[in-house]
């Protein structure tokens, strides 16, 4: 039977001594070892290396290994080609979201990917009859007041509470002062939480408070799923069920491994095997990577570059969310022919300053001015359902104010000659006229400034990057790259004050700067072109970890989180919750060929002194039996189930059901007489 741990761990830990092999998780772990004041510290890395003078006993105690079959090989090159399928790009974004559809019919078709992008299609019909590229990435759980809205995307109701700017919350935030500043937030709002029976039975509870981030995302994707779904039959009425189907999804450059985790989970539960019976596989690229691939493509056929080898270009892909930055240089060309192939410079960099960063600017500006209690009513909704729950909610009458700010924000050129009238505020709002602050007749006046300043910080940074990757290139100039133009992409692109800025540096550095063609579609357009390797090498794929990975381990007691069981007191009287887990991959976790996911996690063991002579020396090595050596048990745990118990004795090793977590003990020998690795 097949073991649940991938093959390739060494067979020894000490010279001469063959043993069974300490199985590593998915991204396998090195050992990094050092005592210091009688403690050992372990630190999991790569691969197991032997860190210890002498070898440790043989593994004992085996539980049966898993019956599920192991990860399957898969390729790293690219999707295997077959006579027809399709792909479907998507690009999830925090203000918006587009699809584009590709039908490849056949083999001949596919070598020919220059000709083929041209068959790219982006879904443009969105519910309340609206026709875009793209569709906000919003959704409601309220109640809808209007017959037949669907509470997402376009088609959400005027007064309804809605959620935005969620995929800016799948990001772990380190910062705990912020963490700290969110709970007490969150405990002030729910003194307005009362759920009365009148709510249950109206279906109007607040489902948001019960749903984390990925939750969320994953709900709207569903509905992203479905609209899609619906695209595809349009092309024929049985292609979901009969045709492969293959996924690109884009992610900012600067992405953390659980932001990635979560919006793959998101996108396999909701593109699955229900819609698309022959869905195959996921593949991953970066925003900008797959606007560069786009926009390049799109200035190359209407001829508005003429490039030459080892001319560099920048594409800036400036979103709602992030603004995110591609640098590439042209490796070869041939006008004749009209082949181009790309080589990128350096990683893609990016930063969360786009135009969602305005929008809260926007929104403190307006607290200032209105004062407390015209903000309180501008924020006011049924006291019985007044909480965000953590997330960003828009509440009515926020909603309608941002709305009548979207086209001063989209015309403004940094002049203000296009500012036209002011913002009128809603009913009952800003009554009384004051001159100073810019209120009157019921309406709020911005001026230029006002409006500069707002765009201060995200323009600023982008400008950053953008130096940024010039000097990416500058580090390469041995090699006689040139820095020949700067694309500006992405919604936030469509700024005439942003682009005007952006000109302005680049004319004190002789660089020409464009805007890129179809700027809102050329992500999800671009993700497709890069999946068929038109310039640069196909995307691998992606897998899914079948199991979770993780190892028994100890923590100090919190009452809180460890009631349910007793605390062990050590020699220094710490209280201990014993018996915990601490999964390091988690089961539904994307793996991508030759990227290992590296952990850390520091192991406190208390050991007596080292034998010393009298000039406070060590005597050399221990024998087996001396007190500063001693014995340490790790045990390591494959887990199959869906939610993975924190207690070790939660695990179903095979006693009273089919086992569905496999455990593995060695033990370490630890000497404290010896030096520090």
Known sequence: MDSPFPPGSPTS???????????????????????????????????????????????????????????????????????????IAVDYGTTFTGVAILSIKDREQERNPDLLA??????QQWPRNTTANKVPSDISYSP???????????????????????????????????????????????????????????NNMPRHLSKTPEDIVTDYL??????????????????PQRIPIDMVVTHPAKWSDRALNSTFRAIRSTFNEDR?????????????EACAHYTLRDAWQQDHVRFKKNDAFIVVDAGGGTVDLATYKISSIDYDTKQIKLEQIGKPIGRKCGATFIDES??????????????????????????????????????????????????????????????????????????????????????????REMFKSSVHQTLKLITQAKTQIDVKSQSRITLKKIFLSGGFAQSPYLLERVRQWGSTQSIDVERGGDCWAAVSRGAIIKSLGLYTDKLPIVRECPRHYGFRTKSQYEGWRHNHNSPQKDLEG???????????????????????????YDCHWLLPAPRSNQNGRATGAPAPDDPSVGQKEVVFIASAEDDAPLRFDGLNTGESAPPSSTVLWTELTLDSSQPAH
Not at 34 to 61: A, E, V
Request: aromatic residues 6%.
């Open 222 to 239: 569903d509905k992203i799923a479905e609209k899609a779904y619906d695209e595809i039959c349009t092309i024929g009425r049985n292609i």
């Open 144 to 202: 809808s007041l209007v017959r037949g809205c669907q509470q997402w995307g376009y088609d959400i109701d005027d007064h309804s509470r809605v959620i935005k700017w969620t995929k800016l919350a799948l990001e772990e935030t380190q910062d705990r002062t912020t963490e700290l500043k969110k709970l007490a937030s969150l405990l002030w709002e729910m003194r307005h939480v009362e759920l009365t029976e009148e709510m249950y039975i109206n």
């Open 13 to 87: 830990f000490g010279p001469g001594r063959n043993m069974t092999p300490i199985p590593p998780i998915p991204r396998a772990m090195n050992h990094r070892s050092s005592i210091s004041s009688g403690s050992y510290i372990d630190t999991p890395q790569r691969r197991p290396s032997p860190p210890f003078g002498r070898p440790s006993p043989p593994l004992r105690r085996p539980s049966p290994p898993l019956p599920s079959p192991p990860l399957p090989s898969v390729p790293q090159a690219a999707i295997p080609e077959e006579e027809a399928r399709m792909v």
């Open 276 to 288: 698309f019976a022959r869905i195959r596989h996921v593949s991953f690229v970066t925003e900008p």
């Open 118 to 123: 041209e068959e790219i299609r982006v879904i």
């Open 574 to 600: 710490t209280r201990w919750a014993t018996g915990q887990i601490r999964w390091l991959v988690k089961k539904g976790d994307a793996i991508f060929p030759n990227k290992p996911i590296v952990m850390h």
């Open 362 to 451: 926007f929104l403190e500006f307006v607290k200032a001015r209105l004062g407390k209690e015209d903000w309180d009513k501008l924020n006011h909704t049924d006291s019985k359902d007044n909480t965000t729950g953590g997330h960003n909610i828009v509440r009515p009458g926020v909603r309608v104010l941002q709305e009548r700010f979207e086209p001063i924000k989209h015309s403004f050129d940094g002049r203000g000659e296009a500012l036209g009238h002011p913002i009128q505020l809603p009913r009952g709002i800003g009554t009384t006229d004051d001159e100073s602050r810019g209120i009157m007749n019921g309406a709020l006046r911005i001026q230029p400034e006002d409006l």
